[in-house]
């Protein structure tokens, strides 16, 4: 099992960063390969918090190699802050431990300023973006005016292009938005220089670089960011990301063919979790809603807005095992459960006296569906020093169980806190042997 994909197989935030960084200490490389820094990882290894929004999350493994694909979009200044802080702590970021795509798209400044305006625009129809430019730069990467990492090698040439895309987003900003915000060329222009002489030294041919370890056998893991049902095309649309979330970016992401890829491992919160705006059937608004966000520090990494929480949903887990082809489903998160008299699991939905076994395909009927729950007996018993699914409480084991039951897709793994040591292998599985093989 050479090269191993890890999606987000829910809204987002469920923990993919702790199981990169678990898994890295048995692979080569890991790899990024859409989204950009919209996205945030915060791994804990002994007491200790690092956050991540655009390096992997291997980075922290000294024998890892990174790279950033093609399929993921840019914030150079961001990048030179998260190369920054990881020196600082003593972590080695350096030309031959980290690879951006000769391919990659930049952010530049006008991106962030039309993303900003759009929200403001909208008003109370916002769609929850985070307002770091990821949207505008993919689409100007779509319309062929984008700035990719390649470009900085001849300045010159480029020079023409950033003047003409700054004038257009003014005039945009301007006359279509509303906006008084504008953006200066002399500003975007200092931000490409420095990215010049900043990033152009990690830059690499992120598919050459890929093709040559898979045939050598190497270990490798695709990262991928935000999660299956924020997916541009089969998401919540229009509360979506701007970008494709399923395995099958990997592809376009890292430049591999679709044989390249060995195993899909789904990571999901015990319960379930949304950031912003858009449909949540199972969101509780309620006491254990408030508990479910205070136990598991339910804040958004990059936004540190809350998260919305609500009971797992298994309907759109099915979706996720579909739409990516899962192999298995890492449960994150399962001690934040812990002191609940009873749980519940969405099974299905009804609507309009209907029984639905996925979700409906229009943004109102989603939210119009009523979930029809499962319920469980809860367990008392704090579970995050347990190493083993032997060490659960029964009624946690028959929980696990019951998920893998409603989602058609074995449980390989789980985690029981936010520490390294805390994320073991889940009883009957050889989803790490295999790994490891």
């Given at each position: ?66 790279l950033i694909g093609a399929g993921v979009v840019l914030n150079p200044e961001v990048l030179m802050g998260e190369i920054e802080a990881l020196r600082a702590a003593k972590v080695k970021v350096e030309p031959q431990r980290l690879l951006i795509d000769f391919n990659t798209h930049l952010i530049l400044p006008y991106h962030i ?325």
């Open positions: 099992m050479p090269a191993l994909v890890v999606i987000g197989a829910q809204w987002g935030d469920e923990g993919k960063g702790k199981v990169v960084d678990y898994l890295t200490s048995r692979c080569d490389m890991a790899v990024r390969f859409q989204g950009g820094n919209n996205a945030g990882h915060t791994l804990v290894v002994n007491g200790v918090k690092t956050k991540l929004n655009l390096i992997p999350s291997g980075i922290l493994r000294e024998a890892t190699t990174c300023a039309i993303d900003g305006a759009r929200e403001e625009a909208k008003g109370q129809n916002k769609i929850g973006t985070t307002g770091r430019g990821i949207g505008p730069a993919y689409e100007d990467r779509a319309a062929r005016c984008g700035v990719r990492v390649a470009d900085l090698l001849a300045l010159r040439e480029l020079k023409a292009r950033v003047d003409e895309n700054t004038e257009h987003a003014n005039r945009y900003l301007e006359h279509v938005l509303g906006s008084a915000r504008r953006v200066g060329f002399e500003d975007v222009w200092q931000v490409i220089e420095n990215a010049a002489s900043h990033v152009l030294p990690f830059a690499a041919d992120g598919s050459r670089v890929l093709d040559t370890a898979l045939r050598q056998g190497n270990r490798v893991i695709f990262e991928g960011a935000q999660g299956t049902l924020l997916d541009q095309s089969f998401g919540t649309v229009p509360f979506v990301t701007s970008s494709h979330t399923l395995a099958g970016a990997v592809t376009t992401g890292c430049g591999v063919g679709p044989r390249s890829v060995d195993y899909v491992l789904g990571v999901a919160k015990a319960y379930s979790t949304r950031v912003g705006s858009g449909p949540f059937p199972t969101e509780l608004s309620d006491r254990i809603g408030e508990t479910i966000r205070e136990k598991g520090a339910e804040f958004g990494t990059v936004t540190g807005r809350p998260r919305r929480c609500g009971w797992l949903d298994a309907v759109a887990l099915r979706r996720a095992v579909r739409l990516n082809g899962l192999d298995s489903v890492m449960l994150t998160k399962l001690d934040v459960l812990s002191g609940l008299e009873s749980l519940k699991i969405c099974a299905s939905y009804e609507l309009d006296g209907k029984s639905l076994d996925d979700l409906p395909v229009t943004l109102g009927d989603i939210g119009r569906v009523v979930p029809v729950y499962q319920e469980l007996k809860g367990w008392n018993e704090p579970i995050d020093q347990a190493r083993s699914t032997a060490q659960l409480p029964e009624a946690a084991r028959s929980y696990v169980k019951a998920v893998s039951q409603l989602i058609g897709c074995p449980v390989s793994m789980l985690s029981v806190s936010p520490e390294r040591s805390a994320t073991f292998e889940h009883e009957g599985s050889s989803f790490l042997r295999d790994f490891v093989a």
